[in-house]
T-cell receptor, first 118, second 115 residues
Framework: AQKVTQAQTEISVVEKEDVTLDCVYETRDTTYYLFWYKQPPSGELVFLIRRNSFDEQNEISGRYSWNFQKSTSSFNFTITASQVVDSAVYFCALSEADRGSTLGRLYFGRGTQLTVWP | DTGVSQDPRHKITKRGQNVTFRCDPISEHNRLYWYRQTLGQGPEFLTYFQNEAQLEKSRLLSDRFSAERPKGSFSTLEIQRTEQGDSAMYLC?????????????FGPGTRLLVL
């Protein structure tokens, strides 16, 4: 079974629109970590944010914000006032922890291709 | 501080040939990971090292694949007798694992095409 589901394969918006990328995860662990990465056309995965399972506070960084809800096992990512440079594939990932230490491997979703048109 | 580097960036080979990829992690990072990414998919874990020790291997890593990190610094991933199904992007990541606080930083990847 897929541990991380990104149901939106592709999203297209026009510049300055807000867009939300959905991520639903599945784990039996009580301690786990969630991540978002951006993969521009160049191919390199760029780290955006890490969240642990005990911290449900939403986070805002500039135009980016993240909404973590354990009750629905979701970790959604919103870009406000999107720009053409935001065009990329965005991946949500999960790392399961064993007795407080990360196990290492990341489980990735299939990604959401975001295209922002001028 | 330089990031993770991978060499080569692109590789075209014929089926049956052996290929070797290199990854240089961020200095002082003790963990090094290999992932494979096919078109339209997210990266899939292959294996990882903590210092010189290979701690975990995925079932995806068949007998034709071998990875090493001999001195706990750079790592190599070798694929023997390549098959067309091995065509993918091979991504390397490194991290400094200090308890639960670990973030993996990725290199640019090596894109492999097997003809």
């Amino acid at each position: 079974a897929q541990k991380v589901t990104q149901a939106q394969t592709e999203i297209s918006v026009v510049e300055k629109e807000d867009v939300t990328l959905d991520c639903v995860y599945e784990t039996r662990d009580t301690t786990y970590y969630l991540f978002w990465y951006k993969q521009p056309p160049s191919g390199e995965l760029v780290f955006l944010i890490r969240r642990n399972s005990f911290d449900e506070q939403n986070e805002i960084s500039g135009r980016y914000s993240w909404n973590f809800q354990k009750s629905t096992s979701s970790f959604n990512f919103t870009i406000t006032a999107s720009q053409v440079v935001d065009s990329a594939v965005y991946f949500c990932a999960l790392s399961e922890a064993d007795r407080g230490s990360t196990l290492g491997r990341l489980y990735f979703g299939r990604g959401t291709q975001l295209t922002v048109w001028p | 501080d330089t990031g993770v580097s991978q060499d080569p960036r692109h590789k075209i080979t014929k089926r049956g040939q052996n290929v070797t990829f290199r990854c240089d992690p961020i200095s002082e990072h003790n963990r090094l990971y290999w992932y494979r990414q096919t078109l339209g998919q997210g990266p899939e874990f292959l294996t990882y090292f903590q210092n010189e020790a290979q701690l975990e291997k995925s079932r995806l890593l068949s007998d034709r694949f071998s990875a090493e990190r001999p001195k706990g610094s750079f790592s190599t991933l070798e694929i023997q007798r390549t098959e067309q199904g091995d065509s993918a992007m091979y991504l390397c990541a490194s991290s400094l694992a200090q308890g639960p606080w670990e973030t993996q930083y990725f290199g640019p990847g090596t894109r492999l095409l097997v003809l």
